[in-house]
């Protein structure tokens, strides 16, 4: 209701079936730390039940964008809504639409699998016959059940990505944010982590991910290439790849024509 506690909320897909309304919606959104320009003027919006990815070189302003949705940092200018409610007046609406999983996410290694799983369903107060069917779910499709009563800390690195996810999706997220999730994981882990992903998507979640593999970028639904802040590319896969033999010499030959533009009007400046 406008002028409510949570802030003024902007109808949605939810409320207005068919009319089109993406779940994500960012408006012209820049981050500044001091004058330095880390995301610069990104507008992008995500339907619902889609996978959305970010690729790009190290320091182009993904984790920050990501961070930025997930109101953690707060948008420099511009605006983000989610599900039609504004992350900066709704933050506290948003914190129950969305699953954050950081690049180094906080699983207790002193914990067993079990565990970890069991703070996250207490954190989010996940009670009563909802709380063993969910527990069993996520242990059994992240195939972490044979090793329920392991430390945290003993598994492989893969194994501990699917473990944070899981606890990610404990509560059930219209919307799924991670920051390199798969990030020097082995490739069959990198599979069955995508192989959840892709679950998820069917079920109707909404998934925004940053990777460093091309390959990853290419399940994606929707790309954006991101370099120095900016967007290059936006588009299915396919788009950006066009008639380049890969998806990375698309990529590279973006960027060096971006960081060439770039060296030129600095040399005109």
């Known amino acids: 209701?406008?002028?409510?506690?949570?802030?003024?909320?902007?109808?949605?897909?939810?409320?207005?079936?068919?009319?089109?309304?993406?779940?994500?919606?960012?408006?012209?959104?820049?981050?500044f730390f001091g004058e330095i320009p880390a995301v610069k003027n990104i507008s992008l919006t995500v339907d619902r039940g889609k996978i959305f990815g970010l690729i790009g070189s190290d320091g182009a302003g993904k984790s920050s964008l990501l961070r930025m949705i997930a109101t953690m940092i707060r948008p420099t200018e511009g605006r983000i809504l989610l599900n039609g409610y504004d992350v900066l007046s709704a933050r506290r609406k948003i914190k129950r639409l969305i699953g954050y999983m950081p690049q180094r996410?906080?699983?207790?290694?002193?914990?067993?699998?079990?565990?970890?799983?069991?703070?996250?369903?207490?954190?989010?107060?996940?009670?009563?016959?909802?709380?063993?069917?969910?527990?069993?779910?996520f242990l059994g499709f992240s195939n972490l059940d044979p090793f329920v009563d392991r430390l945290a800390g003993n598994l492989s690195g893969g194994m501990k990505q699917k473990l944070g996810l899981a606890c990610v999706l404990v509560h059930h997220p219209e919307i799924l944010l991670l920051d390199e999730p798969t990030n020097g994981v082995d490739p069959v882990s990198r599979e069955e982590f995508w192989d959840i992903l892709f679950q998820m998507r069917d079920e109707g979640m909404t998934?925004?991910?940053?990777?460093?593999?091309?390959?990853?970028?290419?399940?994606?639904?929707?790309?954006?290439?991101?370099?120095?802040?900016?967007?290059?590319?936006?588009?299915?896969?396919?788009?950006?790849?066009?008639?380049?033999?890969?998806?990375?010499?698309?990529?590279?030959d973006r960027i060096g024509k971006a960081d060439r533009e770039l060296a030129h009007d600095q040399f005109k400046i």
Do not use: W
């Not at 699998?113 to 009670?127: H, P, Q, T």
């Not at 008639?243 to 010499?249: G, I, K, N, R, V």
């Open 1 to 31: 209701m406008p002028g409510s506690a949570e802030g003024p909320r902007i109808p949605t897909a939810t409320d207005r079936a068919g009319t089109g309304e993406p779940l994500v919606r960012v408006e012209g959104v820049s981050l």
């Open 105 to 137: 996410f906080g699983l207790y290694e002193d914990l067993t699998v079990g565990e970890n799983m069991d703070f996250f369903l207490d954190i989010f107060a996940v009670r009563g016959p909802e709380r063993k069917e969910r527990r069993e779910r």
């Open 207 to 252: 998934i925004l991910v940053s990777t460093a593999y091309l390959d990853e970028g290419e399940k994606c639904d929707l790309l954006a290439l991101m370099h120095r802040g900016v967007f290059l590319d936006l588009g299915p896969p396919a788009d950006i790849q066009g008639a380049f033999p890969t998806l990375e010499d698309a990529m590279i």
